[in-house]
């Protein structure tokens, strides 16, 4: 059973540009979550999809965005870069939703460098 | 709210020693807890997880974790270290309130020969 894909793993952006990452969850997988890890900030919940809908939001700006297709692929979309979104960016998907306990598959991530 | 304190963010063992990882959670509810492994440049991999029944839970590598409610903690221990456990560990809390997972800022592991 293939795990969670993120593409790309690795981009460089300049700051102001904008960047669309992917991710495939597991197959038969409906919730997918992203993170964002960084080494002063930890891991850092973005948001939630389950069944295409937006079900949780952490505490980023609006400059964050998400979405979840029928398929359950999702991509994050981050707009007007800055230097201190710079980071790894984690997918996870889970059977069903994250609160219930459901165990999260992480994929590799993928690191975004902002200059 | 749902919290999550890792305590030491950095842990250094000898290998053939115990290995301790400390890990107190806050919740509103009985929580669902989590213990994953992240090696470098790779994602998170789920080591164990505690849901309900017994609280002493075996996970994957040697590592088991004990589930105490009276204290809050989900600390997680492996008898003999190897080198290959070195690694950043990550606690976390799922409460079905939240909806969500919160993860603990993690602890560095290092084994020294």
């Known amino acids: 059973k293939a795990g969670v894909t993120q593409t790309p793993r690795y981009l460089i952006k300049t700051r102001g540009q904008q960047v669309t990452l992917s991710c495939s969850p597991i197959s038969g997988h409906r919730s997918v979550s992203w993170y964002q890890q960084t080494p002063g900030q930890g891991l850092q919940f973005l948001f939630e999809y389950f069944s295409e809908t937006q079900r949780n939001k952490g505490n980023f700006p609006g400059r964050f965005s998400g979405r979840q297709f029928s398929n359950s692929r999702s991509e994050m979309n981050v707009s007007t870069l800055e230097l201190g979104d710079s980071a790894l960016y984690l997918c996870?998907?889970?059977?069903?939703?994250?609160?219930?306990?459901?165990?999260?598959?992480f994929g590799e991530g993928s690191w975004l460098t902002v200059v | 709210a749902q919290s999550v304190t890792q305590l030491g963010s950095h842990v250094s063992v000898s290998e053939g020693a115990l290995v301790l990882l400390r890990c107190n959670y806050s919740?509103?509810?009985?929580?669902?807890l989590f213990w994953y492994v992240q090696y470098p440049n790779q994602g998170l991999q789920l080591l164990l997880k505690y849901t309900t029944g017994a609280t002493l839970v075996k996970g994957i590598n040697g590592f088991e974790a004990e589930f105490k409610k009276s204290e809050t903690s989900f600390h997680l221990t492996k008898p003999s270290a190897h080198m290959s456990d070195a690694a950043e560990y990550f606690c976390a809390v799922s409460d079905p309130n939240a909806g969500k997972s919160t993860f603990g800022d993690g602890t560095t592991l290092t084994v020294k020969p």
């Open positions: 919740s509103s509810v009985p929580p669902y």
């Open positions: 996870a998907s889970s059977l069903l939703s994250q609160g219930a306990g459901n165990t999260i598959y």
